[in-house]
Structure formats: C-alpha cells, structure tokens
C-alpha cells in the first residue's frame, strides 16, 4: 500500500523526523500505520497521565558510577506503537502474558513497564542506574497501577550488566540502553539463569543492528523490534 501523496506530506510537515524514521527504520509503509505511530508518540503521556518523552544525553544521566556512564547511551523512550505490535504479535507465540515476566533493561521513565501493565504481564521489573529517573519511573508507575492493577512492577537501581535475572523471568528487553560490551554481560547472565532454570525465553531488542544476541534465534522483525528465543539444546 502507498502512501495517500497529500496525506503523507502534511503528515511529513507536521512530524517530519517521525515520518521519515518510521518508513525507513520501522517498516511502517502503510498511512495509516505511520499515522498510528506519530499519534502514539504524541499521546502516550497524555493518555496515561504520565512524563516519559524526555530525552537526556548520557553525559548528563546522573550515575554515581562513572565507568558505567561511559559505557551507556543516551536516554529516549521506546516508540510505544512499535513496542505495542511487537509484544502483541509476542502473545500469539508465548502464550497469555498474565503468565510472564518482563524485564526492561534501561527502564527510563517507566514507559515499556507502563505498556506491560497495559498487556497485562504479571510482573515487569525495571533495571534503571539513574536515581533521578528511578523516582521517576516509580512515580508515573504509581500512578498507572490505579488503571493496571494486575501487573506488580518494580524498579531496582542496578547495574544492568550486573543484574541477576529471576529465574521466572521470560520476556527481556533492550532498547540501545548501553554498549555491546555491557550487553553481552548481560546476556551472559540471563544464559546462565536458563541453565539454573531451563525455560523458553523471548529476548525483544528495538533497533537491534549494534548487538549480536548469541545462542538465540531471531523468530520474527515487528515494527522494529526484533525478537529472538532461546535455542532448545539437544
């Protein structure tokens, strides 16, 4: 389907950083796709009653650790639409998501917690090592668990790629939060807790051309967010 040309280039106009993004980098051909994800950038806090869109570069992240901001990349939220197709295109493989655990490595303001309240995961658990965005995060979760109450969701300041993965978590996922190196570390954790905890297991990482995400296969590419299991051994 192409874009209707009038629609397209006021909507270009009005979000041209958006739109461009989205047809080259999310694979968001249709209008109505592309029209979806701009409002969902736009609305998401609005809806929620939320703050979430602030980006922050990563010299100005407030980390007591500094070798770990070195090794950081700067904060912006995840597209919510995009995260949104993938998890719910996730349900039809894993299974209900009141069966699952989400991890979000590099939790930020809380937003991909606030969209596993929404789906209706039984827990998600934000790994975030800035302070000022933890209390962040927690206050706009406080808020949200009024409209999602089935989701407990907490927050822990730790190093990510130090952080020991619960052996019923499932569900992982990565948006750009640091480097390759720090991303392997934490892959290696989450493989080891699989061999303390055999399991199926589903890595999510948006915009994932950085990382190589070793012993998973890639199951699927949805809106920019590619999705990998664990290989069954054997």
């Not at 990510?160 to 052996?167: H, I, R, S």
């Not at 640091?178 to 807790?193: C, E, M, N, P, V």
């Not at 948006?206 to 299991?229: C, L, M, N, P």
């Amino acid at each position: 389907m192409h874009f209707p040309p009038a629609r397209f280039t006021l909507l270009s106009l009005i979000a041209p950083g958006e739109a461009h993004s989205a047809r080259v980098n999310l694979g968001l051909r249709s209008y109505r796709e592309l029209l979806r994800h701009v409002l969902s950038e736009w609305t998401f806090d609005w809806r929620h009653g939320v703050s979430t869109r602030q980006r922050i570069e990563k010299d100005n992240l407030d980390f007591a650790d500094k070798t770990a901001q070195s090794q950081s990349e700067r904060y912006r939220p995840t597209p919510p639409h995009c995260l949104t197709q993938a998890l719910r295109w996730l349900a039809t493989e894993a299974g209900p998501f009141s069966n699952h655990h989400l991890v979000d490595y590099g939790s930020g303001a809380g937003l991909v917690l606030i969209l596993a309240q929404a789906e209706g995961f039984a827990k998600a658990t934000g790994i975030e090592l800035s302070p000022s965005l933890a209390q962040q995060c927690r206050g706009n979760l406080a808020h949200t668990a009024r409209k999602f109450p089935n989701t407990a969701c907490i927050v822990l300041e730790e190093n990510a790629a130090l952080f020991q993965p619960p052996e019923c978590a499932t569900v992982f996922y990565f948006f750009n939060p640091f480097s390759s190196a720090y991303f392997d570390a934490a892959l290696a954790r989450i493989q080891a807790s699989l061999k303390d905890a055999p399991r199926d297991v589903y890595i999510l990482v948006f915009q994932a051309s950085g990382y190589e995400v070793k012993g998973f296969e890639e199951i699927a590419w949805i809106t920019g967010v590619s999705i990998f299991r664990n290989v069954a051994e054997g």
